[in-house]
């Protein structure tokens, strides 16, 4: 079974700086998917950002991007030019790679890191 | 407007009853999953369906039931069997061959 963890359960960040969210998992696979969710106050869960296992570039969405770091098993977030939007639950969650007939995934999560941004 | 739907956003029942709550997309996606978030938890995964007519258990299926009659439908029944039904409730969808899960706006379930 994989695990996520996030060891960090709140942070805060001023406007317009730049902040780093952990997270690290634990799997025996070795072909896998790692992403970023936001949850803001609405609680909508929002994509953020994601990482193919195979691929050894980092992965980068405008502000944001990833450090992954296969061998360590880490794979931690970073946000550039903090906005006040920015605001919300971070989660880090893991996907298994597979084909299984008609094609679903299942995501595990960690227990979320919430950011605070400042003005 | 593709997306997808939860409904209703608050619910509220007695403690024995069960409840359904509902979960419609129209992307016309082949997955469909169920998920619960608790204060200072992520989520953990309930159900999930690949294909119509098919589903398998998650990580905390007991008392829950779901049913996936349409592609577009996915409904989940909390049962009075679920010990502990009060939590906020997410369905999400992914189309075959690509990974992202898209996710519905939520439904806070509060039984008492």
């Known amino acids: 079974a994989q695990t996520v963890t996030q060891s960090q359960p709140e942070m805060s960040v001023q406007e317009a700086e730049t902040v780093t969210l952990s997270c690290t998992y634990d799997?025996?696979?070795?072909?896998?998917?790692l992403f970023w969710y936001k949850q803001p106050p609405s609680r909508q869960m929002i994509l953020v950002i994601r990482q193919e296992a195979y691929k050894q570039q980092n992965a980068t969405e405008n502000r944001f991007s990833v450090n992954f770091q296969k061998a360590a098993k880490s794979f931690s977030l970073k946000i550039s030019d903090s906005q006040l939007g920015d605001t919300a639950m971070y989660f880090c969650a893991f996907m298994k790679h597979g084909y299984s007939g008609a094609g679903s995934y299942q995501l595990t999560f960690g227990k979320g890191t919430k950011l605070s941004v400042i003005p | 407007d593709g997306g997808i739907t939860q409904s209703p956003k608050y619910l509220f029942r007695k403690e024995g009853q069960n409840v359904t709550l509902s979960c419609e997309q129209n992307?016309?996606?082949?997955?469909m999953y169920w998920y619960r978030q608790d204060p200072g938890q992520g989520l953990r995964l309930i159900y999930y369906s690949q294909i119509v007519n098919d589903f398998q258990k998650g990580d905390i299926a007991e008392g829950y039931s779901v049913s996936r009659e349409k592609k577009e439908s996915f409904p989940l029944t909390v049962t009075s069997a679920q010990k502990n039904p009060t939590a906020f409730y997410l369905c999400?969808?992914?189309?075959?061959?690509?990974?992202?899960?898209?996710f519905g706006p939520g439904t806070r379930l509060t039984v008492t």
């Open positions: 999400a969808s992914s189309i075959a061959a690509t990974y992202e899960q898209y």
């Open positions: 799997t025996s696979e070795n072909n896998y998917y």
């Open positions: 992307l016309n996606h082949d997955a």
